[in-house]
C-alpha cells in the first residue's frame, strides 16, 4: 500500500531568488532535498539612468538562465522574472504579498549584490527563510541542531524532520550556573521526547560555540536558528551563525521564522511559545496517519495483513 499520502512536507511551496551570472549550488540542493514546488525568482537589475523597457534584453537573459537552473533542479515550480532598479524592494513585495513557505537564500554573493547586509536581511523578511552554504555529501545525511528555543529553533526542527537523514541528533546547551530548562526551551523540552527518531541532548558547558563546532565536524549538515533582531555585541548570536558559515565544513543552514519570539516567555506569552513548539509534533503526527481510501484498494493484500496480525474486521454503518 502507498505511504505517498503520509509523508511530513510543511515546505510546499519553496522560492529561489536568483541574480544573473549568480551560483546557488547550495540553495538548488536544499530544495531539492526539501521536495514540493520550487519557484525561481529572476532579479533582472538595472541601472538608474536606464528606462523599464530597457529591461527586456536583460529579462530575456533571465528567462533563459533561469530555463537552465530548472532543468538541473527537476522540481515543479514556476520561473519568474522581475526587472527592477530596486531587486531587494521587490523581493520583500513579493514575499510580503505571496509568501512561500520557505524562502532559500545563497549565502555566498546574494545578498552581496542586493546591497543589504545579513543581519538587515533577515530582520526585513516577513517569511519562513533558510541561509544556505556548503553541499552535501550524502542523500542521508547525519544532521546536527543546535537549538535554542523559541521560532527560529522550532523551525530548525520542522526542516531537519522533513529533510532525508541517516541520523538526526539535536543540542540544548546551558550555562553551569543555570537552573533547569532554559525558559524559551521549554515548549521544545516537551516535544523533543515524543518523536523517535531524534536523539536529543542537554549540554552543560560554558563556551557553547565551541561545543557546536566539535559537533558540526561529526556531521553532514547542521540546522541552527538566526535571531531575527541580533543585539550589537559582537559576540552576539547573530555574530557565531555568521562565523558557522564563513568556517564550518559541512553544509549550513541557517534559518529565522516568520514568528518573532515573545517579548518575555511568562505568562500568556509562555503559552504561545510553547503552543508552537507542540504544533511540530501535531502537524508530524496528523501527516503521518492521514490515510485515503486508494491505499487500502487492495483487498489481497488488506487480507494477508489481517491474517498475518490475526485481525478481525468490524464494519459500522
Not at 537523514?165 to 550555562?175: F, G, Q, V
Request: hydrophobic share 40%.
Amino acid at each position: 500500500m502507498s505511504t505517498r499520502s503520509r509523508i511530513y512536507q510543511p515546505f510546499t511551496d519553496t522560492v529561489i531568488p536568483v541574480l544573473s551570472g549568480s551560483k546557488i549550488p547550495a540553495a538548488l540542493e536544499l530544495a531539492r532535498l526539501l521536495g514540493g514546488h520550487v519557484h525561481l525568482v529572476g532579479l533582472a537589475v538595472l541601472p538608474e539612468d536606464q528606462t523599464l523597457t530597457a529591461g527586456t534584453v536583460a529579462a530575456r537573459a533571465m528567462r533563459r538562465e533561469l530555463a537552465n537552473l530548472r532543468r538541473k533542479l527537476k522540481r515543479p515550480g514556476q520561473n519568474r522574472v522581475l526587472v527592477s532598479y530596486k531587486p531587494w524592494q521587490e523581493l520583500l513585495n513579493l514575499v510580503s504579498t505571496n509568501p512561500p513557505d520557505l524562502l532559500i537564500l545563497e549565502w555566498e554573493g546574494i545578498l552581496e549584490r542586493l546591497q543589504v547586509t545579513v543581519d538587515d536581511a533577515m530582520a526585513a523578511l516577513p517569511c519562513n527563510t533558510a541561509l544556505v552554504r556548503g553541499s552535501l555529501s550524502s542523500t542521508a545525511p547525519s544532521i546536527f541542531i543546535p537549538l535554542r528555543g523559541g521560532p527560529h529553533a522550532e523551525l530548525a526542527l520542522r526542516l531537519g524532520l522533513t529533510l532525508p537523514h541517516s541520523e538526526l541528533r539535536t543540542r540544548h546547551y546551558t550555562s553551569p550556573t543555570s537552573s533547569g530548562v532554559d525558559t524559551p526551551f521549554r515548549g521544545l523540552a516537551r516535544i523533543l521526547p515524543n518523536l523517535p527518531e531524534v536523539k536529543y541532548e542537554n549540554v552543560v558547558t560554558e563556551n557553547p560555540l565551541q561545543s557546536i563546532r566539535k559537533e558540526a565536524a561529526l556531521c553532514n549538515l547542521m540546522i541552527m536558528g538566526y535571531p531575527a533582531q541580533p543585539s550589537k555585541n559582537a559576540a552576539s548570536a547573530s555574530t557565531m551563525v555568521q562565523q558557522m558559515l564563513q568556517e564550518n565544513a559541512c553544509m549550513l543552514v541557517a534559518v529565522k521564522s516568520k514568528h518573532s519570539g515573545p517579548v518575555q516567555y511568562t505568562g500568556v506569552d509562555a503559552e504561545r511559545a510553547g503552543a508552537g513548539a507542540i504544533s511540530v509534533l501535531v502537524d508530524k503526527w496528523f501527516a503521518e496517519n492521514t490515510y485515503h481510501a486508494s491505499e487500502f484498494d487492495n483487498i489481497k493484500e488488506l487480507v494477508a495483513l489481517k491474517r498475518a496480525q490475526n485481525l478481525t474486521i468490524s464494519l459500522a454503518l
